[in-house]
């Protein structure tokens, strides 16, 4: 035979290392075939990605059975040859050195193509490799199997420890929305099937499209939006009351506008304000009726919207309100400024010595009877302050004058 014929302690040792190899192999493939990504490959319908990675991995586990069939043969017969002598004679050594080193495996016959053989030449083309040669293929092919059972089980534990809680959330979610009487979750819920039906069926391409961030960011959303519905469904009544009260204030501050407004009419001729009418409050107790009505028909998104408009409607027929009241107030304010400035030139005239000047007692006292009769001419009034307030001016720069 060919290449360099083993001594006897060189089979020995040989022997014994290809017989521990044979047994770690067969404990390595029992490992396989009980993995759990095995058992969820195997018995699942697969699809698209994974389908054809399993194919590979379950052919390639298959030709490893077989191929550690054909090595654990050899070594029983190599075991059985060693055994005929405690010491081998040259036969059996080279029978032995051709058993562990030589090429005693024959592959399966592998056709050739026709545009690649000559008109004599073989169809079929067989290859013979040695026992370290199938070692060190089965280790490859033991290496792929178990890299595709690996991610198949690590992607499909993922999806599914993320899955229960969205489903957990989902759940809860439709409660909550029950409970509120809006929600869409016909989208979400086909999606999320979707989603699940891919991991059952192609979790390799499941991990790779990753559709579940999209999913949860959606039912964050749908979470808050909720939520939020919840809040103002809980906190509605108070709203409600809150607008009671602010309609309450409308109706003080307009009734306080035409109150005043009487009074102006008593005390100033030709006010020119229009008279409050209390129209404004009028409105919002309707809005606010209509708001109540609508609480068993309108959901609670269009609910919290109209309280938000009613509640700005409010405040700004309050303010109207207020100041139309300070608008004709003012008119009062007006009246007793221009009092109390006459009051002040009066005492000014005193003190610069024009007390017992007829012509500035003259102007004070049309302007005094203008600002004290009901009702007051407030610009006559006005004019007449000024003519007063010049005519003292003017006693004043007369004397200053040489």
């Given at each position: 035979?060919?290449?360099v014929?083993?001594?006897?302690?060189?089979?020995?040792?040989?022997?014994a290392?290809?017989?521990a190899?044979?047994e770690r192999?067969?404990?390595?493939?029992v490992?396989?075939d009980?993995?759990?990504g095995?058992?969820?490959l195997?018995?699942?319908?697969?699809?698209?990605l994974?389908?054809?990675?399993w194919a590979?991995?379950?052919?390639?586990?298959?030709t490893?059975?077989?191929?550690y069939?054909?090595?654990?043969?050899?070594?029983?017969r190599?075991?059985e040859?060693?055994?005929r002598r405690?010491r081998?004679?040259?036969?059996?050594?080279?029978?032995l050195?051709?058993?562990l080193n030589?090429?005693?495996v024959?592959?399966?016959?592998?056709?050739?193509?026709?545009?690649?053989?000559?008109?004599?030449?073989a169809?079929?083309?067989s290859?013979?490799?040695?026992?370290?040669?199938?070692?060190?293929?089965m280790?490859?092919?033991?290496?792929?199997?178990?890299?595709?059972?690996?991610?198949?089980?690590?992607a499909?534990?993922?999806?599914?420890?993320?899955?229960?809680?969205?489903?957990?959330?989902?759940?809860?979610?439709s409660?909550?929305?029950?409970?509120?009487g809006?929600?869409?979750?016909?989208?979400l819920?086909?999606?999320l099937?979707?989603?699940?039906?891919?991991?059952?069926?192609?979790?390799?391409?499941?991990?790779?499209?990753?559709?579940?961030?999209e999913?949860?960011?959606?039912?964050?959303?749908?979470?808050?939006?909720?939520?939020?519905?919840?809040?103002?469904?809980d906190e509605?009544?108070?709203r409600?009351?809150?607008l009671?009260?602010?309609?309450?204030e409308v109706e003080?501050?307009?009734a306080m506008a035409?109150?005043t407004?009487?009074a102006?009419?008593q005390?100033?001729?030709?006010p020119?304000l229009?008279?409050?009418?209390?129209?404004?409050?009028?409105?919002?107790r309707?809005?606010?009726?209509?708001?109540?009505?609508?609480?068993?028909t309108?959901?609670?998104?269009?609910?919290?919207?109209?309280?938000d408009?009613?509640?700005?409607?409010?405040a700004s027929?309050?303010?109207?309100?207020?100041?139309?009241?300070?608008?004709?107030?003012?008119?009062l304010d007006?009246?007793?400024?221009?009092r109390?400035?006459l009051?002040a030139?009066?005492?000014?005239?005193?003190?610069?010595?024009?007390?017992e000047?007829a012509?500035?007692s003259?102007?004070?006292?049309?302007?005094h009877e203008?600002?004290?009769?009901?009702?007051c001419?407030?610009?006559?009034?006005?004019?007449?302050?000024?003519?007063?307030?010049?005519?003292?001016?003017?006693?004043?720069?007369?004397?200053?004058t040489?």
């Amino acid at each position: 035979m060919d290449g360099v014929v083993l001594s006897r302690d060189e089979i020995d040792r040989e022997l014994a290392r290809v017989e521990a190899d044979s047994e770690r192999i067969a404990e390595s493939l029992v490992e396989m075939d009980a993995h759990p990504g095995h058992r969820l490959l195997r018995d699942t319908a697969l699809t698209g990605l994974t389908a054809k990675r399993w194919a590979e991995a379950s052919a390639a586990m298959a030709t490893l059975w077989e191929q550690y069939a054909s090595y654990r043969d050899l070594v029983a017969r190599a075991r059985e040859v060693r055994a005929r002598r405690s010491r081998p004679g040259a036969e059996e050594i080279e029978e032995l050195t051709h058993i562990l080193n030589g090429p005693v495996v024959e592959l399966d016959s592998a056709a050739v193509p026709i545009e690649r053989r000559g008109l004599t030449g073989a169809a079929q083309v067989s290859e013979r490799i040695t026992m370290a040669e199938l070692l060190s293929r089965m280790r490859q092919a033991f290496d792929t199997v178990t890299a595709v059972l690996a991610a198949a089980e690590s992607a499909w534990s993922a999806a599914i420890g993320r899955l229960d809680p969205i489903d957990r959330r989902v759940h809860a979610v439709s409660v909550l929305a029950e409970s509120i009487g809006e929600g869409d979750f016909a989208s979400l819920r086909r999606d999320l099937e979707k989603a699940r039906e891919l991991v059952l069926t192609d979790v390799l391409t499941a991990r790779a499209t990753d559709v579940l961030p999209e999913i949860e960011r959606r039912l964050t959303e749908l979470e808050t939006r909720l939520a939020e519905l919840a809040r103002v469904r809980d906190e509605f009544s108070s709203r409600l009351a809150a607008l009671e009260s602010e309609l309450s204030e409308v109706e003080a501050a307009e009734a306080m506008a035409r109150q005043t407004y009487t009074a102006v009419l008593q005390k100033i001729a030709s006010p020119g304000l229009p008279e409050p009418t209390g129209q404004g409050s009028a409105a919002v107790r309707g809005r606010l009726r209509r708001l109540r009505a609508r609480m068993d028909t309108a959901g609670w998104a269009t609910l919290a919207r109209e309280a938000d408009e009613l509640d700005r409607f409010a405040a700004s027929t309050l303010e109207a309100a207020r100041t139309a009241q300070r608008a004709i107030s003012g008119l009062l304010d007006r009246r007793a400024e221009l009092r109390g400035r006459l009051e002040a030139y009066q005492v000014k005239a005193a003190r610069l010595g024009h007390a017992e000047d007829a012509d500035l007692s003259r102007l004070h006292d049309e302007a005094h009877e203008i600002l004290f009769t009901s009702p007051c001419d407030l610009p006559a009034a006005t004019r007449a302050l000024n003519r007063y307030r010049q005519a003292i001016q003017d006693r004043t720069r007369e004397e200053g004058t040489p």
